[in-house]
């Protein structure tokens, strides 16, 4: 959330430069884009969490009894619901018009999900062991599907 309010105050000074320099493509183009982004990245959250149902929590921990989910969107990839978010970020970015921004928004969120999702990955295999390993052959994108 700080890099997006410092974004925000760089951008309202006149720093960075506009993504549409026309209204016509800003409405047509960048406003329907960003809206696209932001809905499909909060649906793809709000999805990617009632499905873990009990076991999402915010902070990186496994209990005893969790169970390897494999199925919807985690058949896809493996972190659905930072992808959701990255989604949402990167729609907030394109709304405010400026490369500076989308930079400033994207960029940060991006490095903490990706130390998250190192660490995560780590306690997974740790837990879950050889079944996570072929989870993590079954379905390689951790991110983006065919991508990353």
């Given at each position: 959330?700080?890099?997006?309010?410092?974004?925000?105050?760089?951008v309202r000074r006149g720093y960075g430069f506009k993504i549409f320099l026309n209204t016509?493509?800003?409405?047509?183009?960048?406003?329907?884009?960003?809206?696209?982004?932001?809905?499909?990245?909060?649906?793809?959250?709000?999805?990617?969490?009632?499905?873990?149902?009990?076991?999402?929590?915010?902070?990186?921990?496994?209990?005893?009894?969790?169970?390897?989910?494999?199925?919807?969107?985690?058949?896809?990839?493996?972190?659905?619901?930072?992808?959701?978010m990255l989604m949402i970020f990167a729609g907030l970015g394109l709304l405010i018009n400026?490369?500076?921004?989308?930079?400033?928004?994207?960029?940060?969120?991006?490095?903490?999900?990706?130390?998250?999702?190192?660490?995560?990955?780590?306690?997974?295999?740790?837990?879950?062991?050889?079944?996570?390993?072929?989870?993590?052959?079954?379905?390689?994108?951790k991110l983006i599907p065919h991508v990353f």
């Amino acid at each position: 959330m700080c890099s997006m309010t410092l974004s925000v105050h760089y951008v309202r000074r006149g720093y960075g430069f506009k993504i549409f320099l026309n209204t016509f493509s800003r409405y047509i183009i960048s406003l329907p884009l960003s809206l696209y982004l932001i809905i499909m990245g909060r649906i793809l959250r709000h999805q990617a969490i009632q499905q873990l149902g009990e076991w999402f929590t915010l902070k990186i921990r496994i209990n005893d009894k969790q169970e390897l989910i494999q199925s919807g969107w985690y058949a896809k990839m493996r972190h659905p619901s930072y992808t959701g978010m990255l989604m949402i970020f990167a729609g907030l970015g394109l709304l405010i018009n400026n490369w500076l921004g989308l930079v400033g928004i994207v960029i940060p969120p991006t490095f903490v999900f990706l130390y998250r999702l190192y660490i995560e990955e780590k306690e997974l295999r740790a837990h879950f062991g050889s079944a996570y390993a072929e989870y993590a052959k079954k379905v390689p994108a951790k991110l983006i599907p065919h991508v990353f």
